[in-house]
């Protein structure tokens, strides 16, 4: 049977950020619901959830409190709805629960009351060490707030992740560096690095149309990328996925691992998408692989579940075409890669034209396995794109 895991979107933020296009409200903005209401509607998602899975009887094996900003709500909210998936679907012995932060969006006595009610892992958003690189990134947090929250996580006991941004409008090599070092010297078990996407309906879009800002260049990107992976090898971390790195297999977030590797999980929260495999149905029938995800307003989102009805506001079924071409875009980017085998259709000359251009292990591929090396993850999308 597949993993089972639930992830809740809690849809809060202090401010938005200038590069953010996630399902998120700030205050004052038209869509910001209560807290109360939100965490209320939350719990009755589940219920539903408890409903159309009657007979399923999987525990969540990871639960991952993402945003917006979990911390937002009070420790006391987040454990109540941990408790209501204890409810719902039951929790592993060996769960991982996770939660995102903001530096600033913590104590130590909220961090304390999380981990005592079962969460065991916090993935601070860093984003950089830089003041300036905060500053454009209309980050909040002040640097040195890293450091006092990584030691209140590691007092409680917490596994602890740090994110990081790069590729920063204004960010030099050296800053990039910089927050590399400063993540580092903090010793967290997991640290992830993204580059910058601009989307062109954010704040940050719409300065650089302007020319408000100038993008960095795709060559620095590749550098900076670089500079993590051999930065963070140097000190004991081992990429798993293009953008992730632990220092020992334990610490890999074992709820993005079963994204890539598709698990099954139900997304609760407005916005939030979910995904269940083929599957035996509570009546016997056989039920096809399945996508939906919930309406994207959190006053919409609390006003159907109120009413009794799903928030759900589409539904994707998806075949066994669909599934092949999902898993070579997930699988790919791991570490481990994917077999052969596994591709949709043969691509023995794709295959051998991404060894060539050493965009492919040409060992691990000859022993048929496709893994990508260094280059490759610099250039994962074009692989996929090659594979199918």
Partial sequence: MRDFGVYIHVPFCAVRCGYCDFNTYAPGEGEFSSRDDYVGAALAE???????????????????????????????????????????????PDAEVTTEANPDSVTRESLATLASAGFTRVSFGMQSAVPHVLATLERTHRPENVAKAVAWAREAGLAVSLDLIYGTPGETLEDWHA??????????????AYALVIEPGTRMGRQLRSGEIEPVDLDTQADMYEAADARLAAAGYAWYEVSNWARVPEQECRHNVAYWTSQ???????????????????????????????VKLPRAYA??????????????????????????????????????????????EAIAALVGDGVLDGRAALAGQLRLTLRGRLLADAAVRALT
Wanted: no cysteine; charged share 20%.
């Fill in 264 to 294: 099954d999980w139900w997304g609760v929260g407005p916005g939030a998408h979910s995904y269940l495999g083929p599957r035996i149905g509570a009546a016997g029938e056989e039920a096809p692989a399945e996508r939906w995800w919930n």
């Fill in 179 to 192: 927050s590399l070092d400063a993540a580092i010297a903090l010793a967290p078990d997991h640290v992830s």
């Fill in 303 to 348: 006003a159907r579940l109120a009413a009794g009805a799903s928030p759900a506001a589409e539904r994707e079924p998806l075949d066994a075409d669909d599934l092949a071409l999902e898993a070579v875009m997930l699988r790919l980017r791991l570490a481990d890669g994917m077999p052969v085998a596994d591709l949709p259709a043969p691509r023995p």
């Fill in 46 to 92: 589940m219920g539903l959830a408890r409903e159309s899975m009657v007979g399923d009887g999987r525990p969540a094996r990871t639960v991952f409190f993402g945003g917006g900003t979990p911390t937002m709500l009070d420790a006391s909210a987040l454990v109540a709805m941990l408790d209501g998936v204890r409810a719902t679907w039951g929790l592993a």
